[in-house]
């Protein structure tokens, strides 16, 4: 490979990696684990995994689980 070459493909994996850093900080994706867990990532650093039945049972919760946020939010903290 040439200079120019070789300049060319680290201009193109840096603007890749600029885009793969933008897009992993704002999208939410969903992914089935290996076990067979539903796996949701960028909410934080590591995925939030769970099974299906515990994600049904949580989303049946949805409702109570808005009324706690909102009763306790002067003790809850909020990321920047």
């Known amino acids: 490979m040439s200079d120019e070459d070789l300049k060319a493909e680290l201009e193109r994996l840096r603007a890749e990696n600029e885009a793969l850093k ?14 067979g867990g539903l796996s949701v990532y960028g909410l934080g ?3 939030v995994t769970l099974y299906k039945e515990q994600w ?24 920047e």
């Open 22 to 35: 933008t897009r992993s900080q704002r999208a939410v994706s969903l992914k089935v684990s290996e076990k």
């Open 45 to 47: 650093r590591f995925p």
């Open 56 to 79: 049904q049972k949580l989303l049946a919760m949805a409702d109570e689980i808005r009324d706690f946020l909102r009763d306790h939010d002067r003790e809850l903290k909020a990321k």
